[in-house]
């Protein structure tokens, strides 16, 4: 039987079509998936992802163990409350898991992974804590909800706890404040302002139907797929997997390389496949014309199959197609995909597609 957020009675008292999702009951919609995403672009949208796992490290060694663990490196984070956006890679470059850590305290980071690895994240994170005497503590016991869009916060700020308002208005893009077991960080997964709040679990419910009271709209999956894609976004197991390494993914941002004496897992192998060259490109694609791009379609410049899309599908804010694509490096601006035998032109962009509530990219 698939697993039950603690919202699961509240979706469906309010409408939601639940679906199976990674081994949970979600809902994918509240009735439009169109209107659902154009609310976030252009209003406020909330999301269940109490699915996603919280996990505090604590420990003196902490800092030096994410400094390990993680192909971004945490000591960019110098003020209490920064976050960081990192892949967590094994010994030969694959990605375990993208995630954002968070610098609470000295001796204490949260960290917030991925549902559908949870599991095997939480078997690595152990194994490389031990070295550190870090105490690693998934929080079983917390609810999260995310809130997007340009009138997000506004919206938000008042149903927070008294001593959280004030820190939660004046938070900086990825950053944090907290009081007492509410957390909440201005990060997100749409591409819109927001905020993602953290609460313990019997409290979740009420702030849902509050924050729906308020004028947000709740949302399922479908849009919050939509609105990555748009957002030129990574999904794990879509994007990047234990098969592909961060710079064949788009993330070649994410890794910091400096200092030189950083040996992070999966550091030499990363340096050998830069060394050699000729790596894959990640790219945005925008099909020229009727159809749908979808996952796994074929890439072919001229008659030679040069990649496969990853995350395809219809933009409500461009309306058109749209897609992540894995392609060689010398393959060309303008492509043509295979859809059910078909070969139509797609064209070749800089993504991402859209953000905070525009187009950015040229129709």
Known sequence: MDK????????????????PF??????????????????VRRDAGLFDVCHMTVVDLRGDRVRSFLQRLLANDVDKLKTAGRALYSCMLRNDGGVIDDLIVYFVSDGWFRMVVNASTTDKDLAWIDEQAAAFAVQVTPRLDLGMIAVQGPNARSKAGPLLPEGLRAPAMELK?????????WFVGRTGYTGEDGFELMLPERETPGLWRALAEAGVQPCGLGSRDT????????????DMDETRSPLESGLAWTVAWDPAERDFIGRAALEKQ????????????????????????????????VGE??????????????????VSADSGATLDVDIRGRRLPVRRVKMPFARNGKVCIEL
């Open 22 to 39: 990674g081994g949970w009951d979600m809902p994918v919609h509240y009735g439009s998936q169109l209107e659902e995403h154009h609310a």
């Open 173 to 181: 893009p990825f950053s944090a404040a907290h009081a007492g077991e």
């Open 309 to 326: 899309i990853t995350s395809g599908g219809f933009s409500p804010t461009l309306e058109r197609s749209i897609a992540m694509a894995r």
């Open 227 to 238: 609105l990555r894609l748009e957002a030129g976004m990574n999904l794990y197991g879509n």
């Open 4 to 19: 039950q957020t603690v919202l699961n009675e509240t979706h469906r008292q309010m409408g939601a079509r639940m679906v």
């Open 274 to 305: 830069r060394a050699a060259g000729s790596l894959p490109r990640f790219v945005g694609l925008v099909l020229e014309g009727k159809g749908v791009l979808r996952d796994h379609q074929k890439l072919y410049d001229g008659e030679r199959e």
